[in-house]
C-alpha cells in the first residue's frame, strides 16, 4: 500500500494477506509485518482474525523483539469484540511485567480509557511514567505519548496540574495548548449554534491534526548504523575499503553514540540505532546493484533496516541494558558523560 493511498480506498483484507506472504519471505521481518497485516485486519472488522495473528506471533519459537507489545495489543483487540476478562488479565500481565517499552503501556492504558475506566488508565500512565521518566532530564521522543496520553486521562478526571503535566505541555510543539485540546467540555462545542465556539474547535482540531501529521512524517527514527564486532571483523575482512571506515570496532561505538549526541543536541528527535549483519549488507548491495565496499552505502543500509522497523530507540530507557551489547547498564556504559 502507498503511503499515500487513503484510507477509505484500502483494502485491508487483501494488503493483510499481502503483509503475511511477505513475512513468509522474510522470517527476519516477520513480527514487524505480522503486527501490520493484525492491524489491517483490526481495522477491516475482522478481529478474530488478528488475534489470530497476534497468538501466531506469541507462539512463535523463534522468540520475540517487543513480546509486551504484541501482548498489549491483543489485549486492545479482544476487549474490542467482547472478550473483556482476558483482556483484562493480559493488561493485568503487561502491567506487572514492566516493560521498558513505552509503546505496551501507552496501548493498555488507551485501552482502559477507551472503556472508560479512567482512573485505572491514569494509574497505568503514571506507572509507566514513574519507571521510565523518573530522574530523566530530557523524556525520548518515543515516551511523549505517553505523557500526553496521562494529561488527557488527568485531564478528564479534573485533576491538578503535576510535574510531569507540566513537562507534557512543554514538550507539546502544537499552537494550541494540552489543557485546550484536552478540554473535557471540547464535545459540547461541537453541538454549539454559536460561530465563534465551532471556529475555536476548528482550530483546535487543524491543530491536532498537524501534531499527528509531524508524528506520521517520521515513521521510523533517524538511525545509526552499529556493527557487532564479530560483524565488523568480518565486514572489513570481506571489503577493505571500509577499513577507513571503521579502523576499530571501539572506535566504530564512540562514533555512534557521539554522532547521536550531536543530532539529540541538535534538536532531531526520534533517534534510534538499527544492527547491521554482513549477510544482509550483502543482500542490500546486490538489490542496489552496488558493490557491498561503496562506503556511501552505508547509511542507505541503515535507513532501509530502520523503514523494516528493526530500530532501537535511543537513548535506551531507564535502568535498560546498553545498545553495544556489552550486558551493563547503558549509565554504566556508553551513557556515562565520560563515554
Given amino acids: 500500500m502507498r503511503p499515500d493511498t487513503p484510507a477509505e480506498n484500502v483494502d485491508h483484507p487483501a494488503e493483510a494477506a499481502r503483509l503475511e506472504r511477505t513475512a513468509g ?3 527476519e521481518d516477520a513480527e514487524a509485518l505480522l503486527l501490520q497485516a493484525a492491524a489491517h485486519l483490526e481495522l477491516a472488522g475482522d478481529r478474530p482474525a488478528a488475534t489470530k495473528l497476534y497468538d501466531r506471533l506469541l507462539s512463535s519459537s523463534d522468540g520475540l523483539e517487543h513480546v509486551h507489545l504484541v501482548r498489549a495489543l491483543k489485549a486492545s483487540n479482544l476487549w474490542e469484540y467482547g472478550h473483556e476478562a482476558e483482556a483484562r488479565a493480559i493488561i493485568d500481565g503487561v502491567r ?3 516493560p521498558r517499552d513505552p ?6 492504558a488507551e485501552a482502559l480509557e477507551s472503556h472508560d475506566e479512567l482512573e ?16 530523566v532530564t530530557e523524556p525520548p521522543y518515543s515516551t511523549h505519548p505517553l505523557l500526553f496520553g496521562r494529561h488527557r486521562v488527568r485531564r478528564m478526571l479534573g485533576a491538578t496540574h503535576d510535574d510531569w503535566d507540566i513537562l507534557a505541555d512543554t514538550l507539546h510543539s502544537s499552537p494550541v495548548s494540552l489543557d485546550e485540546l484536552h478540554d473535557p467540555k471540547r464535545v459540547w462545542s461541537l453541538g454549539s449554534n454559536n460561530p465563534a465556539e465551532l471556529a475555536a474547535e476548528i482550530s483546535r482540531l487543524r491543530a491536532e491534526l498537524g501534531t499527528y501529521r509531524e508524528a506520521l512524517s517520521r515513521p521510523f527514527p533517524v538511525a545509526v548504523l552499529h556493527w557487532p564486532a564479530d560483524e ?8 577493505p575499503a571500509l577499513a577507513a571506515e571503521y579502523p576499530s570496532h571501539e572506535e566504530h561505538l564512540g562514533t555512534i553514540e557521539g554522532a547521536l549526541r550531536e543530532l539529540a543536541a541538535s534538536g532531531t528527535p526520534n533517534l534510534g540505532i538499527v544492527t547491521g549483519t554482513v549477510p544482509s549488507y550483502e543482500a542490500f548491495a546486490a538489490s542496489e546493484g552496488a558493490s557491498p565496499g561503496d562506503v556511501s552505502l552505508l547509511p ?14 535511543w537513548p535506551p530507557q531507564r535502568g535498560a541494558a546498553c545498545w553495544c551489547g556489552s550486558g551493563t547498564s547503558y549509565m554504566a556504559c556508553h551513557g556515562c558523560p565520560e563515554a
Fill in 25 to 27: 519471505l522474510y522470517p
Fill in 96 to 98: 506487572a511485567a514492566s
Fill in 103 to 108: 509503546a505496551p503501556w501507552v496501548i493498555v
Fill in 120 to 135: 485505572a488508565a491514569q494509574e497505568t500512565f503514571t506507572e509507566g511514567a514513574r519507571l521510565l521518566l523518573t530522574d
Fill in 232 to 239: 565488523l571483523a568480518e565486514l572489513v575482512s570481506s571489503y
Fill in 300 to 313: 542507505q543500509y541503515a535507513t532501509t533496516l530502520a523503514a523494516r522497523g528493526r530500530a532501537v530507540g
